[in-house]
Structures are given as C-alpha cells and as structure tokens.
C-alpha cells in the first residue's frame, strides 16, 4: 500500500493491518505527520503535533509487534487528543493564550488508557478556548472544516472534528459539555459519541462544566467509534463520579441488527416549536427513519414536551458552572481572554443563583421524563443540531439581538437533551445538502438510556451499513 493511501484507512483496518503485519506503527505514523506536513495549515485542526513522541512511540510499538507483543486493539493507530486533556510531556493549552505554556507531568486517564492499548498520540486538537463553544475563540486561530473551510467544523472540539474529517489522525477524542462532541460530529460527517455521564473517565481534563463535561470519541465510522470507547471506558478511582458498570465489547454486538427495536423519533425536534430546523435536516432524519423500519425496527413518534427548552437550560447551567472553575483569572486575567470569551464568562457572572437554581430543577424535570420515555422506547432518533455547517466569521462578535440569542439556544436544544439527562447520544452522516462540490454533511442523533452506549452504537452500525453516507469524502485539500 502506498503511505499516501494509508491515513484514508478507518481505525479499525489501520490496526488489522497493523497487527498482520501488513502496515508497521512507524509507517503509520509517518504516513499521517506527512499528511500534516501537506494539509494541516489549511485545517489548523492542531495546536501541537507531537511529532518526535510520536515517532519514538511508533519505533517502541513496531519492536513490540515484531516480538509479538501488542499492548491492544490500537497499537500503532494515531489518534488526536483534545487540548483540554492532559497528556504527560506535551503541551494542554485549552486553546487559551492564559494557558498556551502549560506542560502536564501526567496523562489524564484516557489517554493513560490509550496508550496502555497501543495508541500513538499524533498531537493536541485544536478547540474552543476553554471549551466555551465558540467556533473562532482559540489562541491558536479557529480550525477549519474540511468539507468547506470557509464552515464552522463544530464546537468546542474543534479540532478533533477538523482533523479526523481530514485524515489528520485515525480517530480522536473530544469533550462533549452541551454537545461539543455531537456538533463536531455532525458537521464535518463523522460519527461522534457522547458516552453515559460517568462512563468516562475525566481525572486529567480540564473542565468546563463539572455535571455535564463527558470525554468521547470523535471517528470517521461506528466501528471506529465502538473501537474507541471500548479503551477508554470503565471506572476509574481517580474520578469519583466514575461508573462502576463494566463494560461490555462494544464491537461484539454490532452487527446484531435492529430487527425487534422500539425506536422513537421526538416529535418536538422534527419542525416546529420555534426551533428553525432545517427542511434538509428534517426530511433526512425521516428518511432514516424509514431505513430503520426497513430494517425491522418498530418505529413510533414520541413527545418529549420539554425538548425545546433544553438549550436554555443547560446553557444556563454550563455558564454558570464554567465561570466557577477559574475566578482569580478573570480577576488577573481579563484581557488576555478572547474577546467572545471575554463576553460569555462575564455573562455568566451575571446569572443570578436563583436563575441557577430554577435551571437545576428544570434539569431534573428533563431527566425524568427522557428517563420515562426510554421505558417505553428503546431508542430515540431526531436531528443533531438545526442545519448544515454555518460559515465562520473570524471576526469577535457580540450577540447584538434578540433573535441572534434565540438561534444559539434553539441549536443547543437538539443535544441539551442527552446532556442535561445524562444519557449516551451519537450523532451519525445521515445524508448531504447536495449531490456535487460544496455539499455538506447532514446528521442524525440516536440516544439510548443510561449505559445503553452497546444498542446506541449497533442501531448506529446498522443504519450505517445501509447507506451510503460514510463512503463519501471531502474535496481534496
């Protein structure tokens, strides 16, 4: 196989051929820091390219497998971490000028766990500064999407999506707060899977919002996804909101099919509402619908009555809780803030407690009803977000309207919902906005009850399968 073909593997064949000895860790590794080399100014999808460990660790990892020895199902796969998560030795910046010289001594768990697994780590993924979710905020200079450069790729990982869509790693991980995994995911075409609250380890990230920050995979297939999650899932001692659950073999149960599932399609996030849904968006979502009867799955509408709310309350919740983490640096700091940055953390100041407190209970009125809904059901399909990828503006910008306002809290209500119930939701390529140049990715959610991340992902699998939607690239760079 030619190095140039290589990086256009999806994870789980790179580590097939890696472990038939077809492909070596160092070939690998080099086939994608020379795409770097090539492609990655356009994207800026990387605040840091961990070239050199990367190639002593693909040197360590080919003697290994030449022994016989693989540490696990990613040996000698690249993967981008995002840059609010430590990684022992390399630069976490959280995309941020205040942070921009930040060198961890220890790996955060999940990349502990990558690596214990065989992983290389290629680099830290561009972000949202302080994973605030704002696309143009990093230190750094915003990331790109690789299907239009001129769109927004998805906040706040950014990068993550930036770079998988563009071959830059072979799966990635990003942070997910109010859907900075799902958004990512859905507008650059990948799949992206926000796990179980808890599922996860976050000992070693930098937080954004303490009781909805959830670590995830960002991949270019499910069973890339599935590969992913099952390495960095499982409790951990050093989190103390860590699940205790064990974890099934996500890739084992994916070709189950979906024949005898309750699916439900949430009919407040289908049109109407208040919500601007994209037509595109809303006749692909029922287009899948569609496949999943065909399928064999029992398809049926469900009301989840609060589901328009929902981006109002978890962004009344995260703003609350982002400002929290660091006082003393909008005391000392201010101004080496972005300045949307600037703005969204003094916003959030100015949330009054008992604002706070109300979102709190409206929280807990979420998840009791999404938590009923899942005895009926046992999947939930909807959009991931309102349209297509919008442009990007690199210039800062104030809210200077009412309806601007309105539009972020109406995007936020198609993944505010997984986010403030805790459940696990993936968001997957469910068609595009044409058929020639300059077509954008459209994406469907499908969410599961609490620890359901194996029938998530196997709907996911099996939906994919029947489409075309994974095969399609982005224009060549």
Known sequence: MSPTEIPFLSAFELAASIRTREISPVEAVDAYLDRIDTVGDKLNAYITVSADEARADA??????????????????????????????????????????????????????????????????????????????????????????????????????????????????????????????????????????????????????????DTIGPISRTVADCALTLGVI?????????????????????????????????????????????????????????????????????????????????????????????????????LEDYHPNTRVAFAVGNLIPGQVYYKALKLRALVRRQVIETFRQVDLLLQPTSTGPAGLLSDEPTLVSSKEMAAAALREGSFRGLYSLSGCPALSVPCGFTGDGEGALPLALQIAGPHLGEAAVLRAAYSYEQATPWHLRRPPDL
């Open 59 to 212: 040197k360590r990892l080919e003697a290994e497998a030449a022994a016989g020895n693989f540490r696990g199902p990613l040996h000698g796969v690249p993967v981008g971490i995002k840059d609010q998560i430590h990684t022992a030795g390399i630069r976490t910046s959280d995309a941020s000028k205040i942070r921009a010289d930040f060198v961890p001594d220890a790996d955060a768990t999940v990349v502990a766990k990558l690596k214990a697994a065989g992983a290389v780590i290629i680099g830290k993924t561009n972000m949202s500064e302080f994973a605030l979710g704002d696309p143009i905020s990093s230190w750094f200079g915003p990331a790109r999407n690789p299907w239009d450069t001129a769109r927004n790729p998805g906040t706040s990982s950014t990068g993550s999506g930036s770079a998988t869509a563009g071959f830059l790693c072979a799966t990635s991980l990003g942070e997910d707060t109010g859907g900075s995994i799902r958004g990512p995911a859905a507008n650059c075409g990948l799949v992206g899977i926000r796990p179980t609250w808890g599922r996860v380890s976050r000992a070693g990230v930098d937080g954004a919002s303490w009781s909805t």
């Open 233 to 333: 899932a499982g409790h951990d001692p050093n989190d103390r909101y860590s699940r205790t659950e064990p974890v099934p073999d996500y890739l084992d149960s994916l070709d189950a099919g979906v024949a005898g599932m309750r699916i439900g399609v949430v009919t407040e996030l289908m049109g109407g509402h208040g919500l601007s849904l994209d037509d595109r968006s809303r006749d692909a979502v029922a287009a899948a619908a569609e496949v999943f009867r065909e399928l064999g799955a029992e398809v049926v509408p469900v009301s989840l009555p609060m589901a328009p709310m929902t981006g109002s309350i978890v962004r009344t919740i995260t703003s609350t809780e982002r400002v929290s983490l660091n006082p003393e640096w909008l005391r000392e700091r």
